[in-house]
């Protein structure tokens, strides 16, 4: 598994935990050749599938995708925080994105290793960044932001989502990238009721895991009008029930 570079300067993801960027013959089960970009020594934040670039490995990328083009097929402006290698912002390289991104080193790996080639990533944190641009700009605001201990706290808060509910259009929706448990997760449940108290439509989906408790990717949608999705096209995710938590505050 040959390992390209490393870094010690990994802010808002740790910074005391490297950014890796590596090849690999197999990645979750499946044999192949990719390349990866993981932080903190096991988060994977990207992976390009070296014998088909164009292939998107994930599954939650290909779900977000699918509601994005389904619930505003014609969007044009879309605001992203956490870049990783690009993948979403790459896939629609002919819409207008802005993507903010706290580590500049992800930026630079994403171009070196991953073949990212917009000029549309700016340096900073997310929400600081968001709160410059224009009331009512974005069809979509996109959170993919992790540290070693999860989502930033301050990016989950009402006051955020009071944030990304100015900044969107009337129709727009903000769709999350979170890490959970499908059942009975406390922190999951709190951003649920947050999110619900600036969007009368949130819907949340999962991939499937062997136990209720296990960790996988959770994939949450605040909305001002409901939320549409074909399971077909969910590439595994399916629709759960999150219950009632506290409202997260800054």
Known sequence: MPQFQTSGDNDDHND??????YDTTELYGEKGRFRVLQFSGEAIQGALDLDNPRRI????????IHLMEINEPFFEDVFVIGHGTGTIAGY??????????????????????????????????????????????FDYILLDAF????????????????????????????????????????????????????F???????????????????IMVGSSRPV????????????ITLGQGHVIRD
Do not use: C, W
């Open 147 to 198: 540290t070693a201990a999860g989502t930033p706290g301050h990016l989950i808060s009402d006051e955020f989502f009071s944030l990304t509910r100015s900044k969107l259009h009337p129709r727009g929706a903000v769709i999350m990238n979170l890490m959970g448990k499908s059942d009975n997760d406390r922190l999951l449940n709190a951003i649920h009721t947050t999110v619900s108290g600036q």
């Open 16 to 21: 005391a935990d490297n950014i890796e960027v």
């Open 92 to 137: 629609f390289a002919e819409r207008r994105f802005k993507i903010a991104e706290v580590n500049p080193q992800v930026v630079s790996y994403s171009r070196t290793h991953f073949g990212y080639t917009q000029d549309n990533v700016m340096i900073g944190d997310g929400r600081s960044l968001l709160e410059g641009e224009q009331d009512g700009t």
């Open 57 to 64: 490995v994930f599954e939650y990328p290909r779900a977000m």
């Open 228 to 239: 549409r999705y074909q399971s077909r096209h969910m590439a595994g995710f399916i629709r």
């Open 200 to 218: 009368p439509y949130v819907e949340a989906f999962a991939l499937p895991a062997e136990g209720a408790a296990d960790i996988r990717n959770i």
